[in-house]
């Protein structure tokens, strides 16, 4: 499977992703003689031009392209939440304490409004190998419907069905995908003291002025929105999370949310859990009525050594308590378990 992977890539001209492949390999046998001749014969074009183009540097001798390539990540992953802060306009004022109340204030409104609601679920997934090269897309479709209700206590429980033949341990890697609708209770008023807050500015969002909130975790309060179950019997990990959301500046509805693990879960193996959302508006005309609903989710993780991406996409909604007789078309604008 490693030959083919990195021949592949040479002959379709991929000579770059190439070496990329045959570097990743020998950080794990180094011994492999031929793989490092294979590899020297690769490289050996670009440090011809490389030292063309250097004719005027010091007389030093080249750090050879092994030793300082086999240190670049993977770009499979996006970056981490905490690694760059997305360009705001540093001049405007940013009232955190109003923008958390009128944006709790609109979660709540949506909940008065919906108690269930459906969709037509698109997914495509991919599974990366430990060379970084991705599999060929899967592809499937779910009626995908996400009940909200209220416990014995008072909070809110977020329920996911999809009636398909996939059972969780049918899904591709043996993982469903849930948890996604839930993210957006973070901003709850009963949710949101148990994070910390931090307001990076005004930016925009979709073409439009937007809230960028930076959150995370508190390790002194409860973890009331993700766990993970290894198995329908098994026990329950808390994962702490942190991440960013843009808030639209004119209406306080959530437009984008990202999410990152505050730390990895070696208890489970979970190396990686990384979400992105896009919500959007769907009208309903009878009611004169806009719901945001999540319309595209990008998930990318790595459990247990299996490296993944999806990405869902949602249309044909139909909110019940609304107007259950009403099916809406797609929107215009526009988390990750295991079984």
Same mark, same amino acid.
Request: hydrophobic share 40%; proline share 6%.
């Given at each position: ?48 031009? @490389? ?85 060929? =897309? ?39 995908? @849930? ?158 378990? =295991?079984?």
């Amino acid at each position: 499977m490693f030959s083919r992977s990195w021949r592949a890539l040479r002959l379709r001209g991929e000579q770059e992703r190439a070496i990329q492949v045959l570097q990743a390999y020998l950080r794990e046998n180094a011994s492999d003689a031929a793989a490092v001749k294979q590899l020297a014969d690769l490289q050996a074009p670009f440090e011809s031009a @490389t030292e063309r183009e250097s004719s005027t540097a010091s007389n030093s001798p080249p750090v050879p392209m092994l030793a300082t390539s086999t240190l670049l990540p993977s770009n499979w992953l996006p970056a981490d939440i905490d690694e760059k802060v997305p360009p705001v306009d540093s001049g405007v004022a940013c009232n955190l304490e109003e923008i958390i109340a009128k944006s709790g204030s609109r979660i709540q409104e949506f909940l008065a409004n919906v108690d269930q609601f459906t969709a037509t679920e698109a997914v495509t997934h991919v599974s990366i190998n430990k060379w970084g090269l991705a599999s060929r =897309p899967a592809k499937f479709d779910f009626n995908y419907v996400v009940s909200i209700k209220k416990n014995r206590l008072g909070l809110r429980n977020v329920e996911e069905y999809r009636d398909s033949h996939y059972s969780a341990a049918q899904f591709p890697d043996g993982m469903a995908t @849930t948890g996604l609708p839930a993210l957006v209770l973070i901003f709850h008023p009963s949710n949101v003291q148990n994070f910390a807050l931090s307001c990076e500015g005004l930016a925009m969002s979709r073409g439009a002025p937007a809230w960028q909130i930076h959150f995370r975790q508190r390790a002194d309060k409860p973890n009331t929105i993700r766990t993970y179950q290894i198995g329908a019997q098994g026990p329950v990990y808390s994962v702490p999370l942190k991440g960013r959301a843009w808030i639209a500046a004119d209406s306080f509805q959530i437009v984008r949310l990202e999410t990152d693990l505050v730390a990895s879960l070696p208890q489970i193996r979970l190396a990686a859990d990384h979400a992105a959302i896009e919500y959007g508006p769907v009208h309903f005309q009878s009611r004169n009525l806009d719901m945001w609903l999540p319309q595209i989710a990008e998930v990318f993780y790595d459990w247990r050594g299996r490296r993944t991406h999806r990405r869902h996409s949602f249309k044909n909604y139909l909110l019940f308590s609304v107007d259950h007789k009403q099916q809406i078309a797609a929107p215009t604008a526009q988390g990750t378990k =295991p079984s």
